[in-house]
Each structure stands twice: as structure tokens, then as C-alpha cells.
């Protein structure tokens, strides 16, 4: 059973423009939200995360958005890069579990120069 | 400060070996999270061990089990193997709930396993 529900599974966006990748879950324990990039070949690399407690976190070109009764969020990239392409994964956890992540099925991001 | 390794990168097997894979965590990070991610999806999570005792285990059989040693190097292994458990194996260190910052964890590079 997926508690985290991804999408779109691909994009594609033009150098410069904003990508936006959305994820909803419905596990209402969950109290982290992590995004993670992936690269082909290599582990996942935590990319910026949010707690329910805010609705909005931006660390230079990436922003989430946290919408906490619709259960909903998700990633901008503002200016897209072509070395943005890769596979991002959005994530939930709660400390319940340990913080064990349940990832979503993940977008692959192809930024075109 | 050393990131997350982990060994060996690429390994083949056949149907009903066994495997062991091994997982160095982040200095200073005493919980370490398995997971397994087929090709084209998310990581699956196997289990995490913290302090060396298991806390936690995903919807994996038995036949998938681990250990965590007191540096919390910790390893994975996987006996009776099967066609299915062909997939990148990924180890995450943290620091553990209740550490204010627990709840980051952070991945090694993986080791692909490929069950024939």
C-alpha cells in the first residue's frame, strides 16, 4: 500500500523555468517531510525537508509548499537547471516509527537547455 | 566527517544464495535505516536499528535480517535469495529519535545486487 502518492512520474521543463512536482499522503501521524534527488548511479541526497508546523520552506531555488488539510504538498525549482535533471522522491515519517521514510514512486526531471 | 559507505557496490548471486551487505554510518550517527529500491521506484524500507536493537521493520519476510555493531556499522543479509530481490540496496544513517534532528537520515551510494 503507497502512503505517499507522487506525481507526475516525468517532466519536462525548459532551462529556466519552474518545475513543480506534487505528493499527498494520508497517514495523518506523519510529522516530516523530506524531498530527496537521485542521480543514476547513486544514493539519495536529501534536498530539503518541512514539518506540518509551517506552510512554506524555500532554501535558495527549492521551495516547499505544505498544505496540511489537504494532506498535499510539494517542490518548486525555480529557474531550472539542466543539472536539476535527475529522479526526485518525495518522503513522509513519523517518530512513531523511528522516522522510517515512506518514499513516493518518484518524478524523473528532464531540464532541457 | 565521513559520509555513509557502504560495500560492496555491485555483487551477483544466484537463486538461493545468501548475501551480506555491510553499511558504515555517518560519524556520530547511531541509527541505521535499510531499504531496498527496484529499478524505477522509491526505496522500500527493510528495517532501522538503533543502539544495535532492531526498531522497526517494513513488510519484508525474515528471511531479510541485520545486525548493528557497536560502532553502529550495521549489515544486511538476505538468505534464500530470489529473482526479486534483485534491486539497489541502500543504507541511511541519523542520529536517532529523540535527538532533536532524528529524523534526518542520510543515504550511502547503495549496492546493486543482481539475483540470477
Known amino acids: 500500500q503507497q502512503q505517499v502518492k507522487q506525481s507526475p512520474q516525468s517532466l519536462i521543463v525548459q532551462k529556466g523555468g519552474i518545475s513543480i512536482i506534487n505528493c499527498a499522503y494520508e497517514?495523518?501521524?506523519?510529522?516530516?517531510f523530506p524531498w530527496y534527488q537521485q542521480f543514476p548511479g547513486k544514493g539519495p541526497a536529501l534536498l530539503i525537508a518541512?514539518?506540518?508546523?509551517?506552510s512554506e520552506k524555500k532554501e535558495g531555488r527549492f521551495t516547499i509548499s505544505f498544505n496540511k488539510s489537504a494532506k498535499q504538498f510539494s517542490l518548486h525549482i525555480m529557474d531550472s537547471q539542466p543539472g536539476d535533471s535527475a529522479t526526485y522522491f518525495c518522503a513522509a515519517s513519523d517518530s512513531n516509527s523511528g522516522y522510517a521514510l515512506n518514499f513516493g514512486k518518484g518524478t524523473s526531471l528532464l531540464v532541457t537547455p | 566527517e565521513t559520509g555513509v559507505t557502504q560495500s560492496p557496490t555491485h555483487l551477483i548471486k544466484t537463486r538461493g544464495q545468501q548475501v551480506t551487505l555491510r553499511c558504515s554510518s555517518q560519524s556520530g550517527h547511531n541509527t541505521v535505516s535499510w531499504y531496498q529500491q527496484a529499478l524505477g521506484q522509491g526505496p522500500q524500507f527493510i528495517f532501522q536499528?538503533?543502539?544495535?536493537?532492531?526498531?522497526g521493520r517494513g513488510n519484508f519476510p525474515p528471511r531479510f535480517s541485520g545486525l548493528q555493531f557497536p560502532n553502529y556499522s550495521s549489515e544486511l543479509n538476505v538468505n534464500a535469495l530470489e529473482l526479486d530481490d534483485s534491486a539497489l540496496y541502500l543504507c541511511a544513517s541519523s542520529l536517532g529519535v529523540g535527538s532533536g534532528v532524528g529524523e534526518t537520515q542520510y543515504f550511502g551510494p547503495g549496492t546493486r545486487l543482481l539475483v540470477l
Open positions: 518541512i514539518r506540518p508546523d509551517v
Open positions: 497517514n495523518t501521524a506523519f510529522d516530516y
Open positions: 536499528y538503533y543502539r544495535e536493537e532492531e526498531n
